[in-house]
């Protein structure tokens, strides 16, 4: 599909978005990597994109290129006080947030072609923006509220305090109704948009994340070793560290993994590198288990890590597995695949649209230690099945889900829709 976009602004307001992610840090995962990868992407067909941000750090740059790319920058819009927010209590500070981005975009005599918000916040702030400016307006959930309360259970009242829920939810509804389009992750997210928000329209597109193939591949004799001591057959987990990853779930179901395979172990990485007490209280977690079933020489947390170490520690392992019950997507899943490992997930999650059972990976219940155990002991006892596995996974990531494809995919998406009116 033709177009002639020049300038997009992108919108992610929550975390801590730099040009290079300290991954792992309080909300800050999949969806930076997500808008990172995305605008470098659109930036190599001549697209200049720039991503707004809060600005709570007074150390950092308002304004800060994101190296080797000069037409992609990150763009700090300070909004309330000087301090991190977590994104479940950061609505306070939107309005002022959109006022001063507006203010911002005015000053600096900026012509957006559209403007794309990521999540609920951004989503908040990029209707405000986008009506100021009279331009268009385009959104991506990532995660739907609704679903995540669905998932996760727990005491209502206990669990509205810790997620607000009900303002999340009726601001993801306004959004919906506000966009020129929206996009999902996958076939996962539009039934439960249509499911627990009753919601159906015709300006919805499902478009995947993307992986970056130059940097996930499989080994090759230049790549670099782990930097760290890793055991010599291990299967490996990265993610942040949050109580609805799943981490006790995978140290339930690989307590019955070592009973049956001998010498293999448990590498679970991910968390910030300075740990908040959030994240403290699921490593504190992991570690009673870990006790619990005596696996101490098993099972080794290896916390934050570095990007020079994401290639080797994934190329490294035997297999890759995410945990979590409901995740949207999961982007590791398909750095993982890349890399030639084969995946164990869960069937309730995104990347069951990626993943076909038992030919690129194996789509499981985490809640059912018995089958997710079962489906790591099968690959680990047939080296045969595990190769062709991550093989078939590598070669089904490199042909549909490199962000160059991905970045065609939201072209197509702004022609499509920047005329669409609810």
Same mark, same amino acid.
């Given at each position: 599909?033709?177009h002639?976009?020049?300038?997009?602004?992108?919108?992610?307001t929550?975390g801590?978005f730099?040009?290079?992610?300290?991954?792992?840090?309080?909300?800050?995962?999949?969806?930076?990597?997500?808008?990172?990868?995305l605008?470098?992407?659109?930036?190599?067909?001549?697209?200049?994109?720039?991503?707004y941000?809060?600005?709570?750090?007074?150390?950092?740059?308002?304004?800060?290129?994101?190296?080797?790319?000069?037409?992609?920058?990150?763009?700090?819009?300070?909004?309330?006080?000087?301090?991190?927010?977590?994104?479940e209590?950061?609505?306070?500070?939107?309005?002022?947030?959109?006022?001063?981005?507006?203010?911002?975009?005015r000053?600096?005599?900026?012509?957006?072609?559209?403007?794309?918000?990521?999540y609920?916040?951004?989503?908040i702030?990029?209707?405000?923006?986008?009506?100021?400016?009279?331009k268009?307006?385009?959104?991506?959930?990532?995660?739907?509220?609704?679903w995540?309360?669905?998932?996760?259970g727990?005491?209502?009242?206990?669990?509205?305090?810790?997620?607000?829920?009900?303002?999340r939810?009726a601001?993801?509804?306004?959004i919906?109704?506000?966009?020129?389009?929206?996009?999902?992750?996958?076939?996962?997210?539009?039934?439960?948009?249509?499911?627990?928000?009753?919601?159906y329209?015709?300006?919805i597109?499902?478009?995947?994340?993307?992986v970056?193939?130059?940097?996930y591949?499989?080994p090759?004799?230049?790549?670099?070793?782990?930097?760290?001591?890793?055991?010599?057959?291990?299967?490996?987990?990265?993610?942040?560290?949050?109580?609805?990853?799943?981490?006790?779930?995978?140290?339930?179901?690989f307590?019955?993994?070592r009973?049956?395979?001998?010498?293999?172990?448990?590498?679970?990485?991910?968390?910030?590198p300075?740990?908040?007490?959030?994240?403290?209280?699921?490593?504190?977690?992991?570690?009673?288990?870990i006790?619990?079933?005596?696996?101490?020489? *098993?099972v080794?947390?290896?916390?934050?890590?570095?990007?020079?170490?994401?290639?080797?520690?994934?190329?490294?392992?035997?297999m890759?597995?995410?945990?979590?019950?409901?995740?949207?997507?999961g982007?590791?899943?398909q750095?993982?695949?890349?890399?030639g490992?084969?995946?164990?997930a869960?069937?309730f999650?995104?990347?069951?649209?990626?993943?076909?059972?038992?030919?690129?990976?194996?789509?499981?219940d985490?809640?059912?230690?018995?089958?997710?155990?079962?489906?790591?002991?099968?690959?680990?006892?047939?080296?045969?099945?595990?190769?062709?596995?991550?093989?078939?996974?590598?070669?089904?990531? *490199?042909?549909h889900?490199?962000?160059?494809a991905i970045?065609?995919e939201?072209?197509?998406?702004?022609?499509?829709?920047?005329s669409?009116?609810?």
């Amino acid at each position: 599909m033709d177009h002639n976009f020049k300038h997009i602004a992108m919108l992610s307001t929550h975390g801590y978005f730099d040009p290079v992610p300290k991954l792992g840090q309080t909300d800050t995962g999949g969806q930076v990597v997500y808008v990172l990868e995305l605008a470098k992407a659109l930036s190599q067909i001549g697209i200049k994109v720039d991503i707004y941000t809060r600005w709570f750090d007074k150390s950092q740059e308002q304004v800060d290129p994101v190296p080797g790319n000069p037409d992609v920058r990150i763009i700090r819009i300070p909004a309330g006080p000087w301090e991190f927010i977590p994104k479940e209590f950061i609505y306070d500070v939107l309005p002022g947030l959109s006022e001063n981005m507006t203010a911002f975009i005015r000053t600096n005599q900026i012509d957006y072609d559209l403007f794309h918000g990521h999540y609920v916040d951004a989503g908040i702030v990029a209707i405000d923006v986008a009506r100021a400016l009279n331009k268009p307006l385009f959104f991506t959930a990532h995660s739907l509220g609704a679903w995540k309360r669905d998932q996760m259970g727990g005491e209502p009242e206990e669990m509205e305090k810790k997620f607000n829920f009900k303002h999340r939810i009726a601001e993801e509804l306004r959004i919906f109704e506000s966009v020129n389009g929206q996009s999902l992750t996958s076939k996962v997210q539009l039934e439960k948009l249509n499911e627990l928000y009753n919601y159906y329209a015709n300006n919805i597109e499902i478009i995947p994340p993307g992986v970056n193939v130059h940097t996930y591949h499989k080994p090759t004799a230049g790549d670099p070793k782990p930097r760290i001591q890793l055991p010599d057959k291990y299967i490996y987990c990265l993610s942040r560290l949050d109580t609805n990853k799943g981490h006790d779930l995978l140290l339930h179901a690989f307590d019955l993994v070592r009973k049956e395979v001998e010498g293999i172990d448990l590498v679970i990485g991910g968390g910030s590198p300075d740990p908040k007490p959030r994240e403290q209280g699921v490593i504190n977690m992991m570690h009673n288990i870990i006790e619990e079933k005596q696996m101490q020489g *098993r099972v080794k947390l290896i916390g934050y890590v570095p990007d020079e170490d994401m290639l080797a520690n994934y190329q490294y392992a035997q297999m890759f597995v995410l945990p979590s019950k409901f995740e949207p997507f999961g982007m590791t899943s398909q750095e993982a695949m890349a890399c030639g490992q084969p995946v164990v997930a869960s069937k309730f999650g995104g990347i069951r649209n990626v993943i076909t059972d038992g030919k690129t990976g194996f789509l499981i219940d985490p809640d059912n230690p018995q089958e997710f155990a079962a489906a790591m002991i099968k690959l680990l006892k047939d080296q045969e099945l595990l190769e062709s596995i991550g093989k078939n996974a590598n070669e089904m990531i *490199r042909a549909h889900y490199s962000w160059e494809a991905i970045a065609g995919e939201h072209l197509d998406f702004y022609s499509k829709y920047s005329s669409f009116t609810n």
